[in-house]
């Protein structure tokens, strides 16, 4: 329930989640809960609304686990599903097939593994997770291909670009289609738009504040430095860099390294 990932099927819940036991995360004051997906479809919905032109957002209501919401990419080769969430529901399946079903999944980083699995069976996808993440994958399956290295080129000039920082195998989505041709990122909490969305920000743990250091915001930099993009779309509801994105991230790493090191 604290970070909505699926596990493989089993007669008792499992003793752990590491996921939640890893120090970027926590387990709740009254202790670690389990779910299922139809317990969780009886008293949760999801919301579907496009977050920009052949972007629909996808997030379940009343809010469920970290609360992200996943990201569908329409492209003309096939579409992307970005991040994912916990709860598959009937209407989303629906919706979802409506504008071409996913062709791919692609996850920024293991707190949005959630139901990937059952997700990519439905749709008959494949999931695009990075290697140095692995360890974190609590649900095996023959869908998720480990990608290694610092690019991997999709269809339609999508590309995965991996990061670090958060998570090692912390990973972007590059959508030059975006924003009328100039390009937009999908950056899941890898880079997290803040409230003050002229802004990003960076962390290792988000809610147990521990910052990232000046040399891993630097490789986030670095490593997108190639790419055009004009807006940074986030993980949560308009969680988004509409405008002169670069040019945000670029000042929002100014900001921090400073308030680092000073
Ligand atoms: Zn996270």
């Known amino acids: 329930m604290q970070c909505g990932t699926q596990f493989s099927e089993s007669a008792k819940p499992p003793l752990h989640c590491p996921i939640c036991e890893d120090e970027r995360q926590f387990v709740r004051h009254s202790g670690q809960e389990w779910t299922t997906l139809e317990r969780l479809a009886a008293d949760h919905r999801n919301r579907l609304e496009e977050e920009a032109s052949r972007l629909l957002g996808i997030g379940t209501e009343p809010e469920f686990a970290i609360g992200q919401r996943a990201l569908l990419v329409q492209s003309p080769a096939g579409n992307l599903l970005w991040d994912c ?10 919706e979802v097939n409506a504008r071409g079903g996913i062709r791919g999944i ?25 290697t140095a993440d692995r360890e974190w994958v609590v649900r095996t399956s023959p869908r998720i291909q480990f990608w290694e290295g610092t690019r991997l080129p999709l269809w339609d000039d999508l590309t995965l670009i991996n990061c ?42 988000y809610p147990n504040l521990i910052p ?49 090191t000073s």
């Open 106 to 130: 692609a996850i920024s980083h293991p707190h949005y593994y959630t139901t990937m699995v059952e997700w990519a069976e439905h749709f008959d996808a494949e999931i695009f997770l990075h």
């Open 85 to 94: 969430i916990t709860l598959l529901d009937d209407r989303t399946i629906a």
């Open 164 to 205: 670090g920082g958060h998570f090692e195998g912390g990973t972007v989505l590059h959508w030059p289609a975006g924003e009328n041709g100039k390009g937009a990122l999908l950056t899941g909490d890898i880079i997290q738009v803040v409230q003050d969305r002229r802004y990003v920000s960076f962390m290792r743990s």
């Open 212 to 260: 990232l250091g000046a040399t891993a915001i630097r490789r986030i930099l670095e490593q997108v430095e190639s790419v055009a993009f004009e807006q940074i779309y986030g993980a949560w509801w308009k969680a988004n860099v509409l405008s002169d994105a670069k040019a945000a991230l670029r000042k929002s790493a100014e900001r921090y390294v400073r308030a680092i």
